[in-house]
């Protein structure tokens, strides 16, 4: 198992920065939000793409993937009736698998909950939307050799998909091995009527769940609150999943860099332990 960082955060550094903080305190990767690179970074030119792989690799960290895929350009939706808007979010989701793949990650993660609301007055509408744009995705992510994440969020953020079971759903209609769907412990801690090593236990041999952002239910860090994570490595030990784990805290105690640092520091101990 892997451990990234998700960027945002330490988004107060450049990327350059990033890259070198990441690696200098012991992650493997960076889960890269696109709009580090760029406000239109479905747009960014080869060789800015190659110029920020190669500037990963020469920091001695991967980027494994992509995250907060809606946050940039603006004016994306997944659920919209409005029909530009609609086309500019299927462009952009084909054009971050592609920037994805040549940034040398192997997934992007779809949580971006404000970019899928559903409209009180056609909720059925928006959800039917909500699918078929993941069913474009999961033909762009298969082309571009990517995997496309649906991303489960608690209710509070969304009503569009809250749950691992709600994920697989969509994912087992759409049918595409490249469609997966991750479990966010912060998420997961409000969404999920039990444990979350039973929903592990549940998912992980099926191979539906393909990544975990890692985050205490308190919105801290790993490590920061009552969630165990001990409990979560050996649920992921039981269900063979050797991928990658994001860390995603939302709330930086007593900031971002140290928040990222202590939990990679906690988590590769958790790690250890359990070997």
């Given amino acids: 198992m892997q451990l990234t960082l998700c960027s945002e955060v330490i988004r107060e550094l450049d990327f350059p920065a990033m890259c070198r903080f ?18 239109e970074p479905h ?4 060789a800015k793409r190659a110029e920020a792989r190669k500037i990963a690799a020469d920091n001695g960290i991967a980027i494994t993937g992509l995250y907060c895929l809606m946050h940039a350009p603006a004016g994306l939706s997944i659920t919209s009736a409005d029909p530009a808007t609609r086309a500019l979010t299927l462009e952009v989701i084909e054009r971050l698998c592609d920037l994805c793949a040549s940034l ?8 971006s909950s404000q970019y899928r609301q559903l ?21 762009c992510a298969a082309a571009a050799g990517v995997t496309y994440l649906v991303e489960p969020l608690r209710p509070s953020r969304t009503g569009f998909i809250n749950t691992v079971a709600e994920a697989v759903e969509v994912i087992d209609a759409i049918g595409s091995p490249a469609l997966k769907t991750m479990l966010d412990c912060c998420s997961a801690s409000e969404s999920e009527s039990v444990p979350l090593t039973d929903v592990l236990d549940r998912w992980l041999p099926t191979g539906k769940i393909a990544h975990l952002h890692c985050n205490d239910a308190n919105q801290r860090g790993p490590g920061q609150g009552e969630l165990r994570f001990s409990e979560i490595v050996a649920a992921l030990k039981r269900g063979g999943f050797n991928g990658v784990i994001g860390v995603e805290p939302f709330v930086y105690e007593p900031d971002g860099p140290t928040c990222a640092a202590r939990a990679v520091g906690y988590l590769r101990g958790v790690m250890e332990a359990a070997r």
Avoid: N, T
């Fill in 119 to 139: 409209d009180p007055a056609d909720p059925a509408g928006g959800r039917a939307r909500g699918i078929e744009a993941f069913a474009h995705a999961a033909k």
């Fill in 22 to 39: 990441a690696a200098r305190v012991g992650y493997d990767g960076l889960e890269l939000a696109p709009m580090v690179l760029s406000r």
């Fill in 104 to 111: 040398g990650g192997k997934y992007l993660v779809h949580g």
């Fill in 43 to 46: 747009l960014l030119p080869a």
